[in-house]
């Protein structure tokens, strides 16, 4: 089964600015415009921050924006802030079932 | 308040049967695709099957597929998964979700429950 490629980690110092790629293939992030981002905490379920590439769900804070450019699709944290530390996981519709439906995460240190 | 709170995770022998229930309150269940996401200790997360509004369309991950069985039932506003034939790979967190939409094709979760601890081990 083919994945979404994440970055293992990222980091970054508060108020600095990061961005999460997500690579995946034309049957995926580069032939549609639904991909989405979850945050994750430890012990916690995660969720939603960014749905069809671009759209914050009401209450996630808008230093989260997605876009999109060829197969790869990110996210970027703008002010980054103690509580961003997390993991993130990208998803996306895929034409497939053989194909994840998750990447492999990105966990975001904040330094 | 809209919620979701998942049951029935144990300790399970390899090859036994256990069935998951998700409880939904708050919002509109039969409008909107649901789905079940695991997450293996210290690992990622892994989507295993997802159930359109209607139960008109019902997808699972390979690794599951001819083992678990997705099922609602809009009038107890809940979501269940069967799963038989378990095998230690399946030990997880099990979540429950919501998506935005009534088909799941695109995978938009924005609701969670908090999940069940599924232990597969003899």
């Known amino acids: 089964q083919s994945a979404l490629t994440q970055p293992a980690s990222v980091s970054g110092s508060p108020g600095q600015s990061i961005t999460i790629s997500c690579t995946g293939t034309?049957?995926?992030?580069?032939?549609?415009?639904?991909v989405s981002w979850y945050q994750q905490h430890p012990g916690k379920a995660p969720q939603l921050m960014i749905y069809?590439?671009?759209y914050r769900p009401a209450g996630v804070s808008n230093r989260f924006s997605g876009s999109k450019s060829g197969n790869t699709a990110s996210l970027t944290i703008s002010g980054l802030q103690a509580e961003d530390e997390a993991d993130y996981y990208c998803?996306?519709?895929?034409?497939?079932?053989?194909?994840?439906?998750f990447g492999g995460g990105t966990k975001l240190t904040v330094l | 308040e809209v919620q979701l709170v998942e049951s029935g995770g144990g300790l399970v022998q390899p090859g036994r049967s256990l069935r998951l229930s998700c409880a939904a309150s708050?919002?509109?269940?039969?409008?909107?695709?649901m789905h079940w996401v695991r997450q293996a200790p210290g690992k990622g997360l892994e989507w295993v099957s997802g159930?359109?509004?209607?139960?008109?369309?019902?997808d699972y991950a390979d690794s599951v597929k001819g083992r678990f069985t997705i099922s609602r039932d809009s009038a107890k506003n809940s979501l269940y998964l069967q799963m038989n034939s378990l095998r230690p790979e399946d030990t997880a967190l099990y979540f429950c979700?919501?998506?935005?939409?009534?088909?799941?094709?695109?995978?938009?979760?924005?609701?969670w429950g908090q999940g069940t601890t599924v232990t597969v081990s003899s």
């Open positions: 034309s049957s995926d992030v580069g032939g549609y415009n639904f």
């Open positions: 159930i359109s509004w209607d139960s008109g369309t019902i």
């Open positions: 979700a919501k998506d935005i939409r009534s088909s799941f094709y695109y995978y938009v979760m924005d609701v």
């Open positions: 069809d590439v671009r």
């Open positions: 998803s996306s519709y895929r034409s497939s079932s053989t194909l994840k439906v």
């Open positions: 708050g919002f509109t269940f039969h409008d909107y695709a």
